[in-house]
């Protein structure tokens, strides 16, 4: 049995869950998200708490039950609380703004990078060198994070470029003088 898949999901204050055969609805004060349920697994509510459960000992149903636990979770989380990645630019001169649903990068290219938000993601300029990515669904949000990451990665010898707060950029030694 899956140790994440056991797990019962509590339904947090102010969130609201639906089933209707495989389709689970989650609707919270910051919006409302969809997930179908592979087959195979199957989960029901009780005493405000979400059980995810698998019908058989097959390969397939096992691989998906705590991935489906924690989608579910992930969604109750999203509606009720939200999810945030916040970037931080580091480079002379490299800098973002917020156009509208337009993030506006500088990043040393010969042009500015314009990266448009997509639909349920919303972003925060802080200070031009700190950008917080926001929004109800964790894989939305995170793949936003990693494009805009994308852009320019920190590089191993100055450190300039995107990256996460707080993650550690692994710096190399620059060029022997001889």
Known sequence: M????????????????KLEGSIVEVKGPKGILYHTIPEGIFSQIEDGMIYVKRNGDAKRARSLHGLTRTLIANMV???????????????????????????????????????????????????????????????????????IRGFRKPEPYKGKGIRYAGEQVRRKAGKAKG
């Open 77 to 147: 989380t999203g509606v009720t609380q939200g999810f945030e990645k916040r970037l931080e630019i580091v480079g002379v001169g490299y800098r973002a703004n917020l156009q509208g649903r337009t993030l506006q990068l500088s990043l040393g290219y010969s042009h500015p990078v314009i990266y448009p938000l997509p639909d349920g993601i919303e972003a925060v300029v802080e200070g031009q060198t700190k950008i917080i990515v926001k929004g109800i669904d964790k894989q939305k949000v995170g793949q936003a994070a990693a494009e």
């Open 2 to 17: 899956s140790r994440i898949g056991k797990v019962p999901i509590p339904i947090s204050q102010g969130a609201e869950v």
